[in-house]
Each structure stands twice: as structure tokens, then as C-alpha cells.
């Protein structure tokens, strides 16, 4: 596996929220438009991995915790750097890993989470994530759904469970 030698990999320093929607932007990948909502989401991440070529943010990955079980729940790179198998490029999902760049994002976070101490890390994986992320080691598991409530839908979904019971 060839490696960038000129990549270089940061665990201490969060991006700012805007160099991190200008990265998601270059993904097509726009979890929100909100400064203030990314700025409240790195203050509220446990561990957060950077790779930067040349001084730009090429790659990002973030652990949570609550300080039981963990979560590997981001691992994004960009496709120029994921290598010529990648082949839908969005929003920076992990497609092919030629380099080994996100691999090792990825290693930071999960090493950090388990030093932390936590008892069990998860992931959620869409499409070809799902290798990447059993190439980590993670297995699916059994029965198990993913789950998601729009919040603005909560009064509703509230109250159609209150009358299905009532």
C-alpha cells in the first residue's frame, strides 16, 4: 500500500467550523449550514482525527463517548486521496482506502476511545462503508436496526404512540 509521505495526521487541534464546512463542501457533503451547529459539534467530540496535505484538511474523523461505549462517527476523506477504485465520491465516504490515509484516521480515533476506557465501540456504515469499516475489525451485528427520528417530528411521534396505547 503506497502512503503520501507528505501527509500529516493531527489529534489535538479541531478544524474551525469553517474550514470544516468548506471541507464538507468539497465532499457535497452538508450535515448542516450552521457555523454555530459545527462549532457545538467539535466542542461536544471526544476525539477528532485530522489528515492535511499541503496545510489543507483532506480528511477528518471523530469518536464519541459517553464514557461507557464509543462511536467511530465520522471517517471522511477526500476521493482524490481514497485512490482509482473510488467510485461514486460523495460526501466523502470511504469507498477504497489505496493510501491508507483514512485507515489511520480511523486507528487514532478507535486507539483514543479504548485508552479512554470504553467497553464497546460502534460505527454506522452506508454502502461501501460497510467494508471499509469490517477492514477496522467491526462486525455487523444481528438484528440490530438503525434508527432516526427527525426532532422536529417528536410531538407527533409522541402523540401517535400516546393514542396507540390509549
Known amino acids: ?3 503520501f509521505q507528505d501527509v500529516t495526521f493531527e489529534a489535538r487541534v479541531k478544524p474551525s467550523p469553517v474550514e470544516l464546512s468548506a471541507f464538507y463542501a468539497r465532499q457535497q457533503h452538508s450535515p448542516t449550514q450552521s457555523a454555530e451547529k459545527l462549532g457545538r459539534m467539535l466542542e461536544n467530540t471526544f476525539c477528532v482525527v ?3 496535505r499541503g496545510g489543507e484538511l483532506i480528511g477528518f474523523a ?3 463517548t459517553d464514557g461507557l461505549w464509543g462511536r467511530l462517527a465520522e471517517c ?3 476521493p482524490a486521496y481514497q485512490g482509482p477504485a473510488c467510485v461514486t465520491r460523495k460526501q466523502g465516504r470511504i469507498e477504497h482506502d489505496a493510501y491508507g490515509i483514512a485507515r489511520e484516521m480511523a486507528f487514532r ?3 483514543s476511545l479504548r ?3 470504553v467497553e464497546k465501540i460502534d460505527a454506522i456504515a452506508y454502502g461501501t462503508e460497510v467494508d471499509f469499516c469490517e477492514e477496522l475489525g467491526f462486525k455487523k ?3 440490530v436496526e438503525v434508527m432516526e427520528l427527525d426532532p422536529t417530528r417528536i410531538a407527533t411521534a409522541v402523540q401517535a404512540g400516546s ?3 390509549a
Open 109 to 111: 480515533v478507535l486507539h
Open 1 to 3: 500500500m503506497a502512503v
Open 76 to 78: 471522511k476523506l477526500d
Open 163 to 165: 393514542s396507540a396505547t
Open 62 to 64: 471523530r469518536g464519541l
Open 115 to 117: 485508552d479512554y476506557g
Open 141 to 143: 451485528t444481528r438484528g
Open 50 to 52: 485530522t489528515a492535511r
